[in-house]
């Protein structure tokens, strides 16, 4: 049996105003928890080291850089990469990257035990929009601050398992979860940074946005039969509040394990990775089940 304990840290509120520093601080304080525990995994939020920054208009490329991480680690960052190594502990967190060549991605990485880097993914699914847009209750600026991913949809193998790593929207698009089922993803990691609220709809709350986001990742999970880490940046930041409801989603797509609070929180389950293998066996055996002949338009639209 190939069992890990994986750890969702979940994060609260980043306002503006907190330094990146002060950020690590309580992600450590998360990990030396986790070490507590014995994970061997600890999945951290989308865009873990700062606010969510896209709900602001800027102009100034100079402005918006100051969000990115030119690389990685860093000085504010090499702390977790130190913890890893002296604790035997892999961690996955997103952070927005700028690449010596120029270009901006919403990206989250995943190392092994000794805090090596062993895979990266770049966010392919940006919702929102590029220009101020004066019908919404407050703005969601990713498609202008970020390019679409170009790595693809990735899975590595680490710590004995396939591991896949997507990004807050990505959760949304079936696509995203069948492009590592069909390499054998065993383990999704993936966090969000998700509004409260619709900025267009404000018939639709917290409740619904849960529900939604708790649909896709069980849905993910159980027709690819993989684990499913989804890890919540929440809280209310700089009065913009972001929802909680991190979860740990088994390959039977079944809810293990969910944070309680909107701050910063770890849970953790002990999964054996071996329980995806009756669903890719049987009822999802892709080999013997799928028609591809039928299914053209899913790539040609
Ligand atoms: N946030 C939200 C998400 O996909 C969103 C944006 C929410 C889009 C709800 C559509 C519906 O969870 C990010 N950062 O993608």
Redesign the pocket.
């Known amino acids: 049996m190939r069992e890990l304990v994986i750890g969702a840290a979940q994060l609260g509120a980043i306002n503006k105003d907190d330094s990146r520093e002060s950020v690590v601080t309580r992600m450590l304080a998360l990990l030396d928890q986790a070490a507590l525990r014995g994970c061997d995994l600890v999945v951290f939020p ?2 873990a080291l700062t606010t ?1 920054f ?1 709900r602001w208009y800027m102009e100034d490329q100079a402005e918006v850089d100051t969000w990115f991480e030119r690389e990685m680690p860093g000085p504010a960052t090499q702390p977790l990469f130190d913890f890893c190594r002296e604790h035997g502990i892999a961690i996955s967190f997103g952070y927005a990257e700028l690449t010596p060549e120029g270009h901006h991605f ?1 990206t989250s990485i995943l190392t092994d035990k000794t805090g090596r880097i062993v895979g990266k993914y770049r ?1 392919i ?4 929009h590029v220009e101020f847009d004066t019908e919404r209750d407050f703005q ?1 600026l ?1 498609k202008r601050y970020f390019e679409p991913g170009d790595l693809g949809f990735g899975v590595w193998r680490n710590l004995g398992a396939v591991m896949g790593m997507c ?6 698009w079936p696509e995203t979860w069948r492009m590592m089922g069909l390499q054998g993803v065993e383990l999704v990691a993936l966090g ?4 409260s609220v ?1 900025s267009q709809n404000r018939t639709e709350g917290e409740r619904e ?1 849960l529900f ?2 708790e649909l896709s990742i069980q849905a993910g999970a159980y027709q690819n039969a993989t684990w499913a880490v989804a890890v919540a940046k929440a809280g209310v930041e700089d009065g913009f509040p972001l929802m909680a409801g991190s979860i740990i989603v088994d390959p039977n797509g079944f809810v293990v394990a969910r944070a309680e609070t909107n701050g910063d929180e770890l849970i953790s389950h002990r999964c054996d990775l071996d329980a995806c293998q009756f669903g890719k066996r049987t009822i999802f055996d892709f080999a013997r089940h799928r028609r591809i002949e039928h299914y053209g338009l899913i790539t040609s639209r």
């Open positions: 989308e865009l969510f896209p919403n966010k699914h940006l919702p929102g969601h990713e990004i807050c929207n990505d959760r949304r969000y940074n998700t509004p619709n946005r939604h986001s």
